[in-house]
């Protein structure tokens, strides 16, 4: 039902911008009884069917999901709008939408109870250069539906030059026959003034941040993950700071997650003891249901899906494989390490050095100097990283993290001295690490990132370590098979189009980067509710890790680490936290 009242409410909202725009659009019926009002009234109402259907349009999205707020506005906007179109004489069709429409949303007020999203100011500076653009259309549209009036013919920089004057409630240099100059006045102010006052609303009102760990939050997820923390190789990326939590109610459990574009978007598998998860999850999907969010997970393991499919009624799909290696049966002895081998060794010769260590045995000058090159080398102009990065090298509270650097030993001294090269692994459990990022200096030679995995690798067991994963792969099964003898038609197709889109994410080249190191392969799903959700949840995934940017950083927002290097390139979705 909300579906079919944001869609009516959009042609309502079409229906009062053409009243308000074009002064042909009428009804017979309709102009006989608008004779009785005033002529003054006319240019009045046609701005004011013009502003009501704009904020219908803006409206509708939040009566599909549900929104109280937007209920009260749509309640109060209906009957202006269906008295401006009866003011200026237009179509009957839309005044008795408009009041059907309302009655419908009175009858049925109960089913918009979702509360609002987080938010910021900086939707402020949004709303302002979209709103602008469109009332610069809006308003060419406008001066143009009135042009046999127009006295001349003017240009269309005066047209221009008309719209802007008008938006702020200046004359313009184009001149009217009749009382138009007034409609047309009165049309551009309304939408001026619209633009005005929405965007001082966005600006002024109080401020909800989005995502973000307390302290308390950060110590019971440390306390979960003490426990269970060898269950999940993502569990350690719950600690994002950029992330908000829910907790089952016997607190043994935890779900954290991040709100992107309507998207409630967690990443991993539940945080805690198994048997405590559906408690977690009934937390999470209530949070969803109460503002009307889209649940979503990406990268949840094959218990983790079955888990949430069972408690939820959702549905699961396989979005790729987590390559992980077991220390004790890595070798490069053999012919299928050659290639890896041969690099490695070429580099060593070329005078490179590595060193893998826990994060607790840096020196605080070492440690800033690797955030520094960390922050220099990163290969994108903003932060990446949600579903497998953490956010942050160095932190107090994350000692037990793993850094393994490249040196060049007759590197001239630089900004970074002899540093060419960084991997950062965070825990997984107590004997297992998690790759977070990878960063390079370009000059280096290539291969810094191979000479790092297997220097980690071999150092593994001296830190207690016995299992690490590797970076993510996106659709490697279908890669994988796709180019096998036997594969059908389809397979091949839908492995043709993965090559060509890996022209911009490179999914193929990050598969082939993971082979390298005789992985096992683990299986990653994310789990949606319908599959008209699916291109919502990847565009929403595409935020939150970083490949789509919508709105300026935001002030209180910790920087996201995540690094995008040659040999492994970052696929989009989950996974792309570790490229």
């Known amino acids: 039902m909300p579906l079919l009242v944001g869609r009516t409410c959009s042609l309502v909202g079409l229906l009062d911008i053409a009243a308000g725009s074009f002064p042909g659009f009428r009804h017979s019926r309709m102009h006989a009884l608008a004779e009785v009002i005033p002529g003054a009234f006319g240019p009045f109402a ?4 013009l502003s009501a259907g704009v904020l219908l349009l803006l409206l509708a999205h939040g009566l599909k999901r549900r929104k109280r707020r937007a209920w009260r506005a ?7 709008g269906a008295a401006a179109q009866f003011g200026y004489r237009h179509s009957l069709l839309g005044v008795l939408l408009s009041l059907a429409l309302l009655a419908f949303l009175l009858r049925h007020r109960d089913q918009f109870a979702a509360l609002p999203d987080p938010r910021s100011r900086w939707r402020a500076l949004a709303n302002f250069v979209l709103m602008s653009a469109g009332s610069v259309l809006l308003g060419l549209l406008v001066v143009n539906a009135h042009s046999h009036r127009m ?41 001026g003034m619209l633009t005005a006052l929405t965007t001082a609303y966005l600006a002024f009102r109080p401020e909800h941040p ?12 440390r306390a979960l993950l003490a ?7 993502l569990g350690h990326f719950a600690l994002r700071r950029d992330k908000a939590v829910v907790f089952s109610p016997s607190g043994k459990a935890a779900v954290t997650y991040r709100v992107v574009s309507g998207v409630m978007l967690a990443s991993g598998d539940p945080i805690g003891d198994v048997e405590a998860w559906p408690g977690a999850i009934e937390r999470f999907m209530d949070e969803a249901r109460a ?8 990268g949840c393991s094959e218990t983790g899906g079955e888990v949430w499919t069972r408690e939820t009624g959702l549905d699961a799909l396989e979005l790729g494989d987590e390559a992980v290696v077991d220390v004790a049966d890595f070798s490069l002895a053999g012919r299928a390490m050659r290639n890896v081998r041969q690099m490695v060794k070429r580099i060593e010769r070329a005078g490179y050095e590595t060193r893998v260590r826990r994060v607790a045995d840096l020196g605080d000058a070492e440690l800033d100097r690797v955030r520094r090159a960390a922050g220099a080398w990163r ?3 903003n932060e990446r990283g949600f579903s497998m990065a953490l956010g942050r090298i160095g932190d107090p509270a994350d000692g037990d993290c793993l850094i393994a650097t490249a040196h060049k030993q007759d590197a001239e001294p630089g900004e970074y001295g002899d540093l060419k090269a960084i991997l950062h692994f965070v825990p997984w459990g107590p004997d297992g690490a998690s790759l977070d990022l990878m960063r390079r200096d370009r000059s280096a030679d290539p291969g810094m990132n191979e000479l790092l995995i297997v220097a980690a690798l071999q150092s593994a067991p001296r830190l207690g370590v016995a299992r690490v994963s590797l970076n993510f792969a996106m659709f490697r099964a279908a890669l994988a098979r796709g180019e096998k003898i036997g594969a059908g038609p389809v397979l091949r197709a839908w492995r043709g189009l993965l090559l060509f889109l890996s022209r911009w994410f490179q999914i193929e080249s990050l598969y082939k980067f993971n082979a390298k190191f005789r992985p096992r392969w683990e299986p990653r799903f994310v789990v949606y509710r319908t599959s008209a959700d699916l291109p919502r949840i990847g565009f929403a995934a595409m935020q939150a890790e970083g490949f789509v940017t919508l709105a300026p950083p ?4 910790p920087a996201r680490v995540r690094g995008a290097q040659p040999g492994a390139a970052l696929a989009p979705g989950v996974g792309a936290g570790r490229g």
């Open 74 to 80: 749509a309640i109060a906007l209906l009957p202006v």
């Open 291 to 298: 503002h009307s969010w889209t649940p979503a997970v990406m």
């Open 151 to 191: 006295v001349g013919d003017p240009s269309v920089a005066d047209r221009i030059a008309q719209v802007l004057y008008g938006l702020i409630g200046v004359e313009g240099p184009i001149d009217y026959r009749g009382n138009t100059s007034w409609t047309v006045a009165f049309s551009l102010g309304a939408l």
């Open 210 to 221: 989005a995502a973000r760990l307390t302290e308390d939050d950060e110590r019971r997820l």
């Open 554 to 557: 935001l002030p209180w927002r």
């Open 46 to 49: 046609a701005a004011l069917s």
């Open 379 to 381: 290969g994108t102009d």
């Open 227 to 233: 426990g269970h923390g060898a269950r999940d190789s």
